[in-house]
């Protein structure tokens, strides 16, 4: 008889703590409030896809060879992004939040976690048509330089557009979405005009700080992956990079409600997760 305790679970818990813990001492990066559950399943397919038996032999890996690592980021950070994804978001963004952004001078918009710009490049278009697009400034961050080198280049696979097509006039579109972006080969390239106005720039929201003060924050898809704790933090960072009676929008599943910044907020409009920073707050 065996005195083997089945403890598998457990020690895959301990082994993924000390594997976040390796990779922060070792390169900064901090995934420890990652949340458990998508930081597992991120582990264990790695783990098959390389052939590796063990996470302590991925522990050797991040510490000792760097193109390892690099896939390990990768894996980490999950990019999926459309043009105006949750296209009733950015039609409900379109009649709620714009006539407020109209009586302000100048608007500063931050796009955190923006992956490869699909969401940066849909406000570049609703504030063209809006026609505050003069007085805006985009800033569109992540801590992926993958994701942002793409963001920067701005064209986008051709069997998509269909898709993003369809999303933009949901959306409330006002004009012909090919107005914005001409076809070659397969790609499309995005206007050039829409990038003036974006500043696309590394950031990560786990170790870095305060981003000045925006009057719209988004911030969609990306608490999901954050644990509790984590997810408090980076709505303190957002509560101190707004300014008052401005606005931050998350994703679907996504709500301040049960933070511990929720005081700070007033609901905008709750059933697309649109808050407002309470005035002196
Ligand atoms: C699922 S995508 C969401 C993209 C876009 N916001 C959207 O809703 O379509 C999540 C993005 O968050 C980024 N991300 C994850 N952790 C981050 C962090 N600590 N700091 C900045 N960006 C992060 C990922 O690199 C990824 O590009």
């Known amino acids: 008889m065996s005195n083997r305790i089945d403890d598998t ?3 895959e818990d301990i082994e993924i703590r000390l594997l976040l813990e390796a990779i922060y001492l070792k390169h900064g990066y901090d995934f420890r409030n990652y949340s458990n559950a998508h930081m597992k399943r991120r582990i264990l397919q790695r783990m098959r896809i ?4 063990t996470i302590a032999e991925m522990q050797y890996r991040v510490l000792y060879d760097h193109e390892f690592l690099k896939i390990m980021l990768s894996d980490f950070s999950i990019n999926i992004t459309e043009m105006f994804r949750d296209p009733l978001f950015y039609k409900t963004f379109r009649n709620e939040v ?5 009586t302000y001078p100048f608007i500063k918009i931050w796009h955190a976690g923006c992956s490869t710009g699909e969401e940066a490049y849909s406000m570049a278009v609703l504030l063209k048509e809006e026609g505050l697009y003069e007085r805006a400034q985009i800033f569109a961050t992540d801590f992926n330089v993958n994701v942002l080198r793409k963001a920067k280049e701005g064209i986008f ?5 269909k898709e993003y097509t369809h999303n933009y006039q949901v959306a409330g579109g006002k004009a012909s979405f090919s107005d914005y972006y001409i076809a070659k080969y397969d790609s499309v390239i995005f206007d050039q005009s829409l990038k003036e106005k974006i500043i696309f720039a590394e950031h990560n929201l786990v170790t870095d700080g305060v981003f000045g003060e ?3 924050i988004l911030c969609r898809n990306v608490l999901i992956y954050f644990d509790k704790e984590l997810q408090n933090r980076t709505i303190k960072l957002f509560l101190e990079s707004l300014s008052n009676g401005c606005f931050l929008c998350l994703g679907s599943k996504e709500t301040v409600k049960y933070s511990e910044w929720a005081d700070h ?3 905008f409009v709750e059933n697309h997760n649109i808050y407002r920073r309470k005035l002196n707050s």
């Open 9 to 11: 679970s457990e020690n």
């Open 50 to 53: 390389s052939g590796l038996d």
């Open 98 to 102: 714009v006539p407020i952004l109209k």
């Open 157 to 161: 696979p051709i069997d998509i557009i």
């Open 214 to 216: 925006m009057n719209v």
């Open 265 to 267: 907020f007033d609901p």
